[in-house]
């Protein structure tokens, strides 16, 4: 007989679902210092006992958390990080999914303490009882996790020995301690203890990096430093001799969330070429900072993975930058190893979301605060990811994806004009189908190609291209050298038609998201000195209709 579909126990849901967080001691290692890194935390003790199945306690002197909240801390999809869908795409906390707490609970004794600045005392909640009841406890939080995997023997059954998790625990420590330095960490893993001071001047940090990877990575690394239009990647590459016979020493954060990915190791390894013996690791400590809307991290419940919003972009950059850095030979290491890194905080990421900047737009159409003289974005109304609706100076219906391709074709325009047209490198240069006559043409016009950010490697019957202007990024290749190849057939060394043509390009990209609207609003003047076809005035007829439609 066929079972009735019937709703799962709490209980046996939150187990299944610490099945993907809870994957062993360091797991919950990871979730509760994300959460007291996300509270605001300067200080975190961590006590480790019996290679953490016996008890993993963090804490914090953080934000704590209402004696009220308490109870739904330990409720599942309860977060404080997360208010509505449009904030999945601007992600700036290390946790928002509210699985960790409830899942690690479910599969342990869990006990929670917490206080607040402006409460009397701290109040405290065990996993089991959910009665809140005072404590004794400073500003900040304290969670234990003790006896972990005691009511599920078979997954306590496929630990490791004490040795290996211990292993992972000190991995994931060291991780966690690499991603803030403006953080302090006090470990105990059972009898050994490990103090790191929090650091406020860059010059120290190769302090922290040569306790966690080593002096000799510190003595034999390069720093470097690199920005291209809103992605900034620093930090630490070991030289092409000093390489590993393990992973131990490769660190890579985004956003200051510690990744593990398959594009960036493929990138950092292209770097390094056939410099890398077989079977031998890099080592390197990386930061990569970009806008939060360039970026998924709502990818995998541990948050290991993330996803690209142009990874080919991202590839490139890495792997050109790290190229760079091992062969800069005009600084000594020692020298170089005294270069600060510069903490990695989610909400300097999140103040430096510039669309348009270094895309060649002058300095006058960067986003500024709105004014009374500028568009309201108060109360924005996106309508199918082209329209915006607004009442302030007067109602009008912006049509943000012309005003956007407008502003574009501006920017190509004025920074083709002044030398200065950003460009982006080709991650695998594509080869390209073209006459023996169309490669003549591209290496007789190379100087002017260059000129406009394009780079091609030209061979005897095929070429492939290696840059192109960063604001023809989503141009399909085949199609943006046809077109310029016409140009060049028709007008030579014109170079205003060359410009216009690249403009034509240029595709009109749908509004995703409320912010990028607002970014494309506070660019925009009332009276624009470009074509304001784009704004349309609102009499109540057509207000009728649009929603009507």
């Known amino acids: 007989m066929t079972k009735r579909i019937h709703a799962l126990p709490l209980q046996l849901a939150n187990q299944i679902a610490a099945g993907e967080v809870v994957e062993r001691p360091a797991s919950v290692l990871k979730e509760l210092v994300e959460n007291s890194i996300d509270a605001g935390a300067t200080q975190i003790d961590i006590q480790i006992e019996g290679a953490g199945s016996q008890l993993i306690k963090v804490t914090d002197n953080g934000s704590g958390i209402h004696p009220q909240d308490l109870p739904l801390a330990l409720s599942r999809h309860a977060t404080s990080k997360l208010d509505s869908k449009e904030q999945l795409s601007h992600i700036n906390s290390l946790g928002f999914r509210g699985e960790a707490l409830p899942s690690i609970a479910s599969v342990s004794r869990l006990t929670l ?10 109040w405290q909640l065990s996993g089991d009882d959910q009665a809140v009841e005072p404590a004794a406890h400073p500003d900040g939080t ?30 994931c420590f060291n991780r966690l301690a690499l991603s803030r330095f403006d953080i302090g960490f006090a470990v105990r893993f059972g009898d050994q203890k490990n103090r790191l001071p929090a650091i406020t001047e860059p010059a120290e940090y190769a302090r922290r990096i040569g306790k966690i990877c080593g002096l000799g ?23 092409r001799s000093a390489h590993r016979a393990q992973t131990d020493v490769q660190y890579f954060f985004i956003n200051g969330r510690v990744i593990r990915d398959r594009i960036i190791n493929h990138a950092i390894r292209q770097a390094y070429g056939d410099a890398l013996p077989a079977g031998r690791q890099p080592a390197y400590v990386l930061y990569l900072e970009l806008p939060l809307d360039r970026v998924d991290v709502n990818v995998h ?28 030979t005009g600084t000594s290491p020692q020298t170089q190893t005294e270069l600060p890194l510069a903490t990695t905080q989610p909400t300097e ?31 924005l109304l ?28 501006q920017q190509l325009q004025q920074a083709i004009a002044e030398n200065r047209l950003a460009s982006r490198p080709i991650l695998v240069p594509t080869p390209l189908t073209l006459s023996s006559q169309q490669l003549a043409l591209l290496d007789q016009h190379r100087q002017l190609l260059e000129q406009m ?89 057509t207000l009728t209709g649009l929603f009507s439609n």
């Not at 996790?145 to 059954?157: G, K, Q």
């Open 142 to 171: 304290s969670i234990s996790v003790a006896e972990l995997f005691f009511n599920l023997p078979a997954r306590r059954h496929f630990l490791r020995s004490d040795k290996t998790e211990l292993h992972h625990l000190q991995t």
């Open 113 to 122: 303490v917490s206080k607040q600045t402006d409460q009397d005392c701290a």
């Open 349 to 379: 990421v999140r103040d430096a979301q510039p669309v348009y900047r270094d895309h060649g737009a002058k300095p006058s159409l960067a986003a500024t605060p709105l004014n009374k003289t500028q568009h309201s974005t108060d109360a």
């Open 217 to 239: 990575f510190v003595r034999d690394a390069r720093y470097f430093e690199q920005q291209f239009d809103a992605i900034r990647l620093h930090g630490w590459v070991g030289k």
């Open 301 to 328: 419940p541990t948050k290991h993975e993330v996803r690209f919003r142009d990874a080919r972009l991202v590839h490139g950059l890495i792997t050109r930058a790290v190229e760079e850095a091992l062969d800069d």
């Open 453 to 541: 950010a394009m780079v091609y490697d030209i061979r005897a019957e095929q070429a492939a291209i290696k840059r192109i202007p960063y604001l023809l990024s989503q141009v399909d290749l085949q199609q943006l050298t046809s077109a310029v190849v016409e140009c060049l057939e028709v007008n030579g060394d014109d170079e205003a038609a060359l410009s216009q043509t690249l403009q034509a390009l240029l595709p009109k990209s749908p509004i995703l998201s409320q912010q990028q609207a607002r970014d494309i609003l506070a660019q925009i003047q009332v009276e624009p000195a470009q074509d304001a076809s784009w704004r349309q005035k609102l009499d109540p007829a």
């Open 382 to 409: 996106v309508l199918h990811q082209r329209f915006a609706l607004i009442t302030e100076p007067e109602p009008a219906l912006i049509d943000l994806q012309l005003a956007d391709y407008q502003l574009r074709q």
